[in-house]
């Protein structure tokens, strides 16, 4: 059985989050460490927006600020993800790894296993969407309005949301598996001509997308879904997860990262 490391960094301001990721990956294409498996929270709550995704015209920058969130642009595509009550993991590995197929999509479903392996140890009947017709008809900048390829749902509800990019040769893929949601808050993120059309969106959300604790009858911790999806990988991908702790070496690198692009506006207002 293969060794991945496993890295728990706890909650982490948006720009951290994503920089870890980053630092993970060139680690890895360095070969200073091997494939890695990483969980992780927001403080403070963060709406995250994909590569190519627009800012202006489609997120209500006032509503972020009004509730104290940060914005942070992702490496990787798709729309718009606001992690708060949520467990967020990320998969780092090389792309030339025995098991990592070329297609994204079928990429997808192999790491995608250990999340339908976390909802069952959860006791929770997940599956994966096989979407029908071309996605993201309606323009959309939420990204849980519709499944993706064998991202995770429930009694066909969007239960966890994952992106991929593959960049110099690794592979990451993040995602977020929300424990709940306040689709009031959520629906501030964004900008819609009035609020008779925000109000709609924001009931349809409901048929569209569950979180964990909407499903069980009692609901779980933070730690408890930790937990859960650890032993989930672990099963789904067939790996021993060792932990990893960063040097202070590692994480000055993390931080030079985040301040050098995810905390500007250059990097986040980019489109």
Not at 76 to 96: F, N, P
Not at 136 to 156: M, R, T
Not at 204 to 215: C, L, R
């Amino acid at each position: 059985m293969e060794t991945w490391y496993f890295v728990d960094s706890g909650h982490c301001t948006p720009a951290i989050n994503m920089a870890l990721d980053e630092a993970l990956m060139n680690w890895h294409r360095e070969g200073s460490i091997p494939p890695v498996l990483r969980f992780y929270g927001w403080e403070p709550a963060g709406l995250s927006v994909g590569y190519f995704q627009k800012v202006k015209g489609k997120i209500d920058l006032d509503g972020v600020q009004k509730h104290g969130y940060q914005l942070v642009r992702r490496q990787t595509g798709g729309r718009a993800v606001l992690h708060d009550h949520e467990l967020t993991y990320s998969v780092i590995v090389s792309e030339k790894h025995e098991d990592m197929p070329d297609s994204v999509k079928e990429a997808y479903l192999v790491i995608s296993k250990g999340l339908l392996e976390g909802f069952r140890n959860l006791n929770i009947d997940a599956d994966f969407a096989v979407p029908e017709g071309k996605l993201d008809v309606n323009g959309s900048a939420v990204c849980f309005e519709e499944p993706s390829w064998y991202e995770l749902i429930v009694n066909g509800k969007k239960a966890a949301g994952s992106a991929q990019t593959r960049k110099r040769g690794i592979i990451l893929q993040h995602g977020s598996i929300p424990i709940e949601v306040d689709d009031g808050k959520l629906f501030d993120m964004f900008v819609y001509k009035n609020e008779r059309i925000k109000e709609r969106a924001r009931k349809a959300f409901g048929s569209k997308a569950v979180a964990i604790n909407e499903i069980l009858e009692e609901p779980v911790s933070f730690e408890e879904t930790k937990h859960a999806f650890k032993q989930g990988f672990e099963k789904g991908l067939n790996v021993h997860l060792e932990p990893f702790h960063l040097s202070e070496e590692q994480w000055d690198e993390v931080r030079k990262i985040a301040r050098e692009r995810y905390e500007t506006d250059e990097w986040n207002y980019a489109r």
